[in-house]
């Protein structure tokens, strides 16, 4: 019974430093570059200007759904599934506008690259285009993503922004900045652009 306990305390403290050790490491990871213009109670105005993204499209309706395969694709590519065979550095966050018509999963990708030097992808799915800057309003949440949490913080946010004026357009879309195994420090957003210059 002692052995047992010594043995499991032993296996979690691993568990904890390994945690630790990624979530270090994952605060070395190029994040997207933003301003934020005002900070609300609970939500913020951010500015991002123009970048580039790898993208693919998908017919899926769910977190769930999309997650997986689009994730596999865009780490295909990243990961020298090129015409030059490159591995791309990974970023954060992943990108994903999850809706009825057209969903989608991007990474962006870092910041030296451009559309132009970028390899082309081995995957004709694979899509790399620069997206313009724009304004969104931003909501944060930590755990583990499901569809309910997207659809109620989306909820929450359209809620926010009515309350302030705010006026929106366009998908609430999905910012995930962790990868599966990092337990500790989660990160997710749910972000949608808004007429900010009009304020």
């Known amino acids: 019974m002692k052995t047992t306990i010594i043995t499991l305390s032993v296996l979690l403290v691993l568990v904890l430093l390994f945690q630790a050790f990624r979530y270090i490491t994952n605060q070395q990871v190029e994040e997207q ?3 934020v213009i005002k900070k609300y109670p609970e939500f913020e105005i951010r500015f991002y200007p123009s970048a580039v993204l790898a993208t693919v499209y998908s017919k899926a309706k769910t977190y769930k759904e999309l997650a997986s395969p689009g994730f596999n694709k865009l780490a295909g590519y990243i990961f020298g599934g090129n015409d030059k065979e490159t591995k791309i550095a990974m970023t954060s966050p992943v990108r994903m506008d999850i809706n009825d018509s057209n969903s989608s999963m ?5 910041a030296n690259y451009s559309v132009e030097n970028l390899p082309k992808p081995n995957n004709a799915s694979v899509v790399v285009k620069k997206i313009p800057e724009e304004y969104v309003a931003v909501i944060k949440f930590g755990g583990y993503a499901s569809d309910d949490d ?4 989306s909820k929450k946010l359209q809620k926010l922004l009515l309350e302030n004026g705010i006026l929106s357009h366009g998908n609430y879309r999905f910012l995930g900045y962790n990868p599966p195994f990092q337990i500790i420090g989660r990160r997710n957003e749910i972000i949608v652009c808004v007429d900010w210059k009009q304020q």
């Open 33 to 35: 570059k933003f301003t």
């Open 106 to 110: 991007s990474f962006v990708m870092p």
């Open 150 to 153: 997207i659809k109620n913080y």
